[in-house]
């Protein structure tokens, strides 16, 4: 079945340590996109690529960076991660589209902890 | 930025209907409702958009007021594997070609035995 794969799914880290959480898609899907979710919170949007267009929230910490090498692979860095980025990462695609509906498939999430 | 407004929490019984409804006062004419679930500890499931008509599909149906301020996700008989939160979303337009979907805070739906 085509999916959005998410890697590792649970990933410790220390202070400071950096980590990279990566992405696949089997769907062919133009957009990808990177949401934060800490605890008892709403995913929040970090950035989005449309194709290779990256598109960053103004609000997103330098901290996190974001590469896509091709269509299917997506890739969150997290440079320095501190206590607060502790929080569920999850990665979505979408078809692109102009006006009109476009629909979000999301993988399971990489759950983050640092320690 | 959400643009949506939804009850923090709802309970129903199982086997009942579920009535969840979302407040989307400032859509634009062009814009679509969008409704999605996330059951505890899993990634955001998609269940239905609509713009104008009323839909549904084999998970639920969607009832969007005629002046379209406000729509109702409804789930015909619910299940305990139907406790989750439940989103409802409005495109926001980020630039260019792109929009993006902002999370609200979502209605944490309880199903009860």
């Known amino acids: 079945d085509a999916m959005v794969i998410q890697n590792p799914r649970y990933q410790v880290t220390q202070f400071g340590k950096p980590v990279t959480l990566s992405c696949s898609q089997t769907?062919?899907?133009?957009?990808m996109y990177w949401y934060q979710q800490k605890s008892s919170q709403a995913p929040k949007l970090l950035f989005h690529?449309?194709?290779?267009?990256?598109?960053n929230e103004a609000d997103t910490p330098d901290n996190f960076q974001s590469r896509r090498p091709n269509t299917s692979f997506c890739f969150l860095d997290i440079r320095s991660p501190g206590l607060g980025d502790a929080a569920m990462y999850l990665c979505?695609?979408?078809?692109?589209?102009?006006?009109?509906?476009?629909?979000?498939?999301f993988g399971a999430g990489s759950r983050l902890t640092v320690l | 930025d959400a643009k949506t407004t939804q009850p923090p929490s709802m309970d129903c019984a199982e086997g009942r209907a579920a009535n969840l409804p979302c407040n989307h006062s400032?859509?634009?004419?062009?814009?679509?409702v969008y409704w999605y679930r996330q059951i505890h500890s899993q990634g955001p499931q998609y269940i239905i958009h609509?713009?104008?008509n009323n839909e549904t599909n084999e998970m639920a149906s969607l009832i969007i007021t005629e002046d379209r301020k406000s729509s109702t996700l409804i789930l015909p008989h619910a299940t305990l594997r139907d406790t989750a939160v439940y989103y409802c979303?409005?495109?926001?337009?980020?630039?260019?070609?792109?929009?993006?979907?902002?999370f609200g805070k979502g209605t944490l739906l309880t199903v009860n035995p």
């Open positions: 690529y449309y194709d290779k267009d990256f598109n």
């Open positions: 400032t859509i634009s004419g062009n814009e679509y």
């Open positions: 769907l062919n899907h133009n957009v």
């Open positions: 609509g713009l104008k």
């Open positions: 979505a695609t979408s078809v692109k589209t102009g006006v009109g509906a476009n629909v979000l498939t």
């Open positions: 979303i409005v495109r926001v337009f980020s630039g260019g070609s792109n929009y993006k979907l902002t």
